[in-house]
């Protein structure tokens, strides 16, 4: 849609100052002068397509929201979180805690405020068209985890800690007593910017899972205020996307090669070798050399299974399941190795580890959104920025005794 100079410029002001950026901020993030941000967002200046790019990147939206042809209030983020989980009118069980977390983010927001911190804007999105197909769906989810995953410089190892790394991306994210039907919840709100919630009843391998597929929707969905994960809606095609992004994410191709070469496991019957000799070009003279492996030496079992599960902190199912996409199992394969699950995990319990998987944490449930705002809480009272008062109301909210709170800000 075309759109006049100061229709665009006012919406470049107000996704600005919505992102809680300063004009000399983004000027810094076009290498530009502040004059030339000022002179955009008063229309005297042309915006380049590469500037708008620029642009919509660090304010966390698509370059599409500045031609819209209306740009509204935003929605309440509980709104659009109750029409998300398709229950308008009700009292959920989760809504207060919801609540709470959601006064947490934005307490934090203004710490970062009053520390001059760059806003949670999150990685970059990406904007693709919305899948059409559950092949093309699965197709953009690995795709987008692959470039994740060079971005992130991850290489082909496993990920540590998953609520560890979408922190380290300027998203807020935390644990939460969820029904068993939701396994996690994208929220996304000026208020607070990005925000990941994941089932904190669910075993320690879902939960690993949860979090990469809400880190899916972050990466992918960012035009949605709310996204609930539920059981019912697990067909629909940016679900099925987020879970492809979540397996290629976590089990990435390489690693998993890497692996079962380690186990000299599922490669080929026949090893042949051939050496280049520039001494033959004219006459095309090869050196071959072969060998066979043992017979079955490079059949998949259950044990192999099982260890490649752990050593990618994923379901013994999760980690079949992505053999299967990765056509290294076929499906007589996949159905005998799917019956033997329960020896793989035996085989887990065994060496004490399967809890490494099928464990629940015992720690708080907020720890990660928690550690994030108290760092902040802190620094703010360590630079002046805030009272002993504050502190006081902050522990409330963090659920600290306040004289505890009040102790670490005096000792930092």
Not at 206 to 216: I, N
Not at 236 to 260: D, K, M, T
Not at 313 to 334: P, T
């Amino acid at each position: 849609m075309e759109i006049d100079q100061m229709t665009l410029a006012s919406r470049l002001k107000k996704a600005r100052i919505a992102a809680r950026f300063t004009q000399e901020q983004a000027g810094k993030a076009l290498e530009l002068p502040r004059t030339a941000i000022v002179q955009a967002e008063s229309g005297n200046r042309a915006v380049s397509t590469l500037e708008l790019a620029k642009l919509a990147q660090l304010y966390g939206q698509p370059i599409a929201s500045f031609f819209a042809e209306t740009s509204g209030p935003e929605e309440d983020l509980l709104v659009a979180l109750f029409r998300a989980a398709q229950v308008e009118g009700q009292d959920l069980p989760w809504h207060s805690e919801v609540s709470r977390y959601l006064g947490i983010c934005r307490a934090g927001v203004e710490l970062e405020h009053l520390l001059d911190r760059p806003p949670h804007i999150g990685p970059p999105s990406y904007d693709l068209t919305q899948p059409r197909s559950v092949m093309e769906a699965v197709e953009q989810g690995n795709t987008v985890a692959e470039h994740e995953r060079r971005r992130l410089s991850l290489g082909p190892n496993p990920i540590a800690d998953m609520s560890d790394l979408i922190t380290s991306q300027n998203i807020w994210a935390s644990g939460a007593d969820f029904p068993d039907n939701i396994s996690g919840m994208f929220l996304n709100h000026s208020s607070i910017g990005l925000f990941i919630l994941v089932n904190f009843g669910h075993p320690r391998a879902r939960k690993r899972f949860s979090y990469a597929h809400e880190y899916a929707h972050a990466l992918l969905d960012r035009h949605d205020s709310a996204i609930v994960s539920r059981h019912d809606n697990r067909r629909n095609l940016p679900e099925i996307r987020a879970n492809a992004f979540a397996a290629a994410f976590l089990l990435p191709h390489s690693g998993v090669w890497a692996f079962l070469n380690a186990r000299s496991k599922a490669g080929p019957s026949l090893i042949e070798q051939t050496v280049y000799d520039p001494a033959a070009e004219q006459n095309a003279e090869e050196v071959r050399g072969s060998r066979r492996a043992a017979p079955r030496s490079q059949v998949l079992t259950y044990e192999d299974i099982a260890a490649l599960a752990h050593h990618f902190g994923v379901s013994y199912q999760a980690a079949l399941f992505r053999l299967k996409s990765l056509s290294i199992v076929n499906d007589g394969e996949f159905a005998e190795l799917r019956d033997k699950e329960h020896f793989g995990k035996q085989f887990l319990d065994l060496l004490q580890v399967l809890v490494d998987l099928e464990g629940h944490d015992n720690r708080k449930p907020d720890r990660e959104i928690v550690s994030q705002v108290l760092h902040l809480a802190l620094e703010a009272f360590r630079q002046e920025e805030i009272s002993k008062g504050k502190l006081r109301d902050l522990s409330k909210l963090l659920n600290f005794p306040a004289v505890d709170l009040v102790m670490l800000a005096e000792a930092a």
